[in-house]
């Protein structure tokens, strides 16, 4: 069909769902089938914009015929189409739309994923908006109870909060996707979550949030008896030690290889602050100052 042809059943599709003195109902059957076939021969001939447009409305007809499944695919393939046409916030816009619709079919899982399509297509322009998609996308699985589905979730958001450098973010992140490994009994992504937060305030040379957070996560008992608490505890040692090459060694270690890759990266970076700072003020702490007036 040529593209005139193709307005022609949009207009035509359009007329369908209009009320007038001799339409009294909307025939959204009949309209939506030719919203469908417009939109899919627009998008064979390259035609995106045209594709998206139509296919918005093959989904507003979907959704009016009571099926809401069609209607977030339909809705899906036009925001792929705003992905081609690089209009991002529309990209956002109509994976969150597919994502209601997938959710009023009580399906978590598509629901997710359409969320984390679009945080993989903002990533580069809109990395902001892409991790809270990222987030958005594993608070649906986590109400429904399917947290382990989140992991790979948590670490791409996690992977974006470091590029952005907002590094207590991407701790926090990793601190709520060691709660939902807890949930599942999943305890080597939980150790190794907690570990990750670590090395991240110890890179943002944060070492007291850091040794909060090794604190914190001790009171877990799976990580309290794991390689990676003992690997943590090392690394404390030779940073109060101020012993480069010690931390430069643990940043090495098999237990910190067995980390996400952005991870790693962080890690080889170790340390970042000024150690001898550190040893200087363990070697005061240990020192009593004298007091005058005690004369035992």
Request: charged content about 30%.
């Amino acid at each position: 069909m040529s593209s005139s042809d193709l307005e022609k059943l949009i207009a035509k599709a359009d007329k369908l769902t209009k009320l007038s003195l001799t339409r009294w109902s909307a025939d959204w059957r009949s309209a939506t089938l030719l919203y469908e076939q417009a939109a899919n021969a627009f998008r064979v001939a390259k035609k995106y914009d045209k594709a998206k447009e139509a296919f918005e409305k093959a989904s507003k007809g979907q959704e009016m015929l009571s099926s809401p499944w069609d209607a977030a695919k339909h809705m899906e393939f036009a925001a792929g189409l705003a992905k081609e046409l690089a209009n991002w916030n529309e990209v956002a816009d109509l994976y969150r739309r597919a994502s209601e619709l997938y959710i009023e079919c009580g399906r978590s899982q598509p629901a997710s994923d359409a969320l984390a399509k679009a945080a993989r297509a903002l990533e580069d322009v809109m990395p902001d908006a892409a991790v809270q998609l990222y987030i958005d996308a594993c608070a649906i699985l986590e109400e429904d109870g399917r947290d382990q589905m989140a992991f790979d979730l948590y670490r791409a958001g996690t992977s974006v909060y470091i590029k952005l450098e907002k590094y207590t973010d991407a701790a926090a992140l990793l601190l709520r996707l060691g709660v939902g490994a807890d949930k599942c009994n999943a305890i080597n992504s939980q150790c190794k979550a907690y570990l990750s937060a670590i090395i991240v305030y110890l890179y943002a040379d944060d070492f007291k949030q850091a040794e909060k957070c090794y604190n914190d996560c001790s009171q877990v008992d799976a990580f309290l008896c794991s390689d990676q608490n003992r690997c943590a505890s090392k690394l404390f040692a030779a940073y109060i030690e101020g012993d480069i090459e010690e931390i430069r060694r643990l940043a090495q270690s098999s237990t910190v290889k067995h980390l996400d890759n952005v991870i790693i990266k962080l890690a080889r970076k170790l340390p970042t602050g000024d150690v001898s700072a550190l040893k200087a003020a363990a070697s005061n702490d240990q020192e009593e100052p004298l007091d005058e007036h005690d004369l035992t």
